[in-house]
């Protein structure tokens, strides 16, 4: 991963990761429907839901998913990158000190929302960037 500003990326792309597949899936990963759902019901069916776990075992089994997930996988992906690249300066600023892990780095910036830059403010409102 690459460091931005002394903070390792690796913290916000499973937390908007996370966010993200629940968002442009249209469903969480437990429902019925959505481009992963069945990978999910295949390969992770045991794993616990929360903290980026489904998200992870997907990741695990990235040479076994179905193309629509293969797919849905890259957007979100590029959602990710989009985000933190837009947010890096904002975390820096108002979050350093935040530990990484369980939603805090994103809570951290819901909380200064009034304080964040424009461009991490449009990914926090349109995380699709749609």
């Known amino acids: 991963m690459e460091w931005f500003s002394g903070i390792k990326?690796?913290?916000?792309?499973?937390?908007?990761?996370?966010?993200?597949?629940?968002?442009?899936?249209g469903a969480s990963a437990r429902q019925?429907?959505?481009?992963?759902?069945?990978?999910?019901?295949?390969y992770c069916?045991?794993?616990?839901?929360?903290?980026?776990r489904i998200a992870r075992c997907l990741k695990d089994h990235a040479n076994?998913?179905?193309?629509?997930?293969?797919?849905?996988?890259?957007?979100?992906?590029?959602i990710v990158?989009?985000?933190?690249?837009?947010?890096?300066?904002d975390v820096t600023k108002l979050c350093k000190g935040t530990?990484?892990?369980g939603g805090r780095i994103l809570h951290c910036l819901k909380q200064?929302?009034?304080e964040l830059t424009p461009q991490c403010k449009e990914k926090m409102?349109?995380?699709?960037g749609r």
């Open 9 to 25: 990326l690796n913290w916000l792309l499973v937390i908007a990761g996370v966010y993200c597949l629940t968002v442009a899936g």
């Open 32 to 42: 019925k429907s959505g481009p992963c759902s069945e990978d999910v019901a295949a």
């Open 45 to 52: 069916k045991e794993v616990k839901q929360g903290e980026g």
């Open 64 to 78: 076994d998913l179905s193309p629509a997930c293969r797919e849905h996988a890259a957007e979100v992906k590029k």
């Open 81 to 89: 990158q989009d985000f933190a690249i837009a947010c890096k300066d």
């Open 99 to 101: 530990q990484s892990g």
């Open 112 to 114: 200064h929302e009034a």
């Open 125 to 128: 409102v349109k995380p699709q």
